[in-house]
Structures are given as C-alpha cells and as structure tokens.
C-alpha cells in the first residue's frame, strides 16, 4: 500500500494520480458477478453511503468499504482517503491485517487527510482519474461539509470519471444525500478456523435506502479474501464475540468521541 504523508497531501496526490494516469484502465463495464449470498451489483460511476451501525464498528465499515471498493474497481487502483480522526478513534491500517483481507500493496493508493473539506478534494481528485476504479472515503463525526451539496458533487465526480465513490462513515447519523445506496454496516461474530485460528471478517450489512425505491434488507456476509467477495458466513460452532463488541455504545460520547 502505497502511503501519502507529505504536508501538500494534494500535490503529492495529483502528482501520483499522474503517473497512474499513464495506464489507462478499459473504460467498458465490467462488474462484479453477483453471489446468491450476496447479489448486490456495485456499479460505476455512483456514490454509496456506508454508515457504522455504532461508532464501535468504524472498523468493520472501512473494512466493508474496501471490500467493496475492491470489487467495483475491477481491477482499477482503489484510493482511500482516510479523515485523520478516523485514524484517531478507530485505529490506523494495519498492513498485516489488510493482506489477510487479501489486499496486496499495488491495490490501495491510501492519502490521509487531516480535515474533512481535504477528504472531499481528495474524493473528486482521484475519480477524475480513469486509472481509480474506486475511490474509499472515511470520515469520522458529524461535519458540516459532509452536505448534500458536497455529495451531489462527489456524485457528479463519480459519474463524469467512471469510477465508483463509497463514502464511508462513523460516529454519525444518516443524513440526506445523493447517494445511489444507502447502507448501516456493523461487524458480526466469525467462525473460527481449523486450530482456532482467527475466522473470516463478518459484516452485518443492512441497505437502508435505495435510490428509485426498494425494500429494506439485512445481509449477514464473510469476505473471502482469495475470491475478494462477500459470501455466506460459516455455521458458527459456538459463540463468538465480535471485535467491534470490545466496547460499548456507553463508551462513546454524543460527539462520536470515545471517552472510556
């Protein structure tokens, strides 16, 4: 995983994105085959909301995203822009625990952005680039820049580029926006592998909204790190407390700040 840390986060991203430019990907469809577990299609060119269940799950909502992100890029470079107090409050990238996810270096552009009105440059710099086939925006707290106007530019972005925008966010409530989709995710228990060895990660994907109408519909999902897919979980052998349970919704404050 490539990692942009400089003070002008911006020029070293557009320079960057420069040089990705160089290899322009196909600009032809070519999503995802759906899985029965799973049938959702993430196509080009819109925006999705992804919102923590509770702010304990910021985690399992990036993860959710880059599985997701992974999936419409389609073979296309993901770039994560990732909001400095997300990195804060819910722990930066682990590069271990992203290989498990089956994430190699040459799949991620990661660009911290130390405020929100930076996340959202970031956001339409990378989707006017045809390499990006998803862009991952992480974004913690309530933050009056993350508007309906700015979702219906990052919208436009999306669809003028090609390329397909999760916004992913935590310690918030859902608000209005110009999203095609609208999703709580929080983790879920995983079974554990042959030995004990640690289980699949596992979501709880609910879709809230869907533009042009739909019902509501819950997903319980394991992502398979070889198939880079989400698929049905294992039968879990006994209980199994999920990582994002370590603390409680008392634990955060009406701020989204963790205060225990």
Same mark, same amino acid.
């Given at each position: ?14 320079? +960057?994105?420069?040089?990705? %430019? ?47 992100? =992974? +999936?419409?890029?389609?073979? @296309? ?6 909001? /400095? &107090? &997300? @990195?804060? !409050? ?33 956001? $339409? ?20 820049? =993350? ?11 999306? $669809?003028?580029? @090609? %390329?397909?925008?999760? =916004?992913?966010?935590? %310690? ?7 999203? /095609? ?8 228990? *995983?079974?554990?592998? $042959? @030995? ?7 979501? *709880? ?9 739909? /019902? +509501?519909?819950?997903?319980?999902? /394991? ?5 880079? *897919? ?7 052998? %006994?209980?199994?407390?999920? &990582? ?5 919704? !008392? ?10």
């Amino acid at each position: 995983m490539r990692n942009i840390e400089p003070d002008d986060r911006l020029t070293a991203l557009r320079d +960057q994105l420069s040089r990705l %430019g160089a290899f322009r990907r196909s600009s032809a469809p070519h999503p995802h085959p759906p899985s029965p577990a799973f049938p959702e299609r993430w196509t080009r060119g819109v925006l999705h909301d992804l919102y923590a269940a509770t702010p304990a799950d910021a985690v399992a909502v990036n993860a959710f995203g880059l599985g997701a992100g =992974l +999936q419409a890029a389609d073979g @296309g470079i993901v770039v994560w822009g990732l909001h /400095e &107090m &997300m @990195g804060w !409050e819910a722990g930066r990238p682990h590069g271990p625990g992203l290989h498990e996810m089956g994430l190699a270096p040459s799949d991620v552009l990661l660009v911290r952005a130390p405020d929100i009105q930076t996340l959202l440059i970031i956001g $339409e710099e990378a989707l006017r680039t045809p390499v990006v086939g998803a862009v991952l925006l992480s974004a913690w707290g309530e933050a009056k820049a =993350l508007s309906l106007t700015a979702s219906r530019r990052l919208a436009l972005a999306a $669809e003028t580029g @090609g %390329g397909t925008l999760f =916004l992913a966010r935590a %310690g918030a409530a859902p608000a209005p926006s110009a999203a /095609e989709t609208r999703w709580a995710v929080q983790a879920a228990a *995983s079974a554990p592998l $042959e @030995g004990g060895a640690p289980g699949r990660p596992s979501f *709880s994907a609910t879709l809230l909204r869907r533009r042009g109408g739909g /019902e +509501q519909r819950t997903w319980t999902l /394991e992502w398979d790190r070889d198939d880079r *897919s989400f698929c049905e979980p294992t039968p879990l052998s %006994g209980a199994v407390v999920p &990582m994002a349970a370590q603390r409680s919704a !008392e634990a955060w404050d009406k701020h989204g700040r963790c205060v225990a």
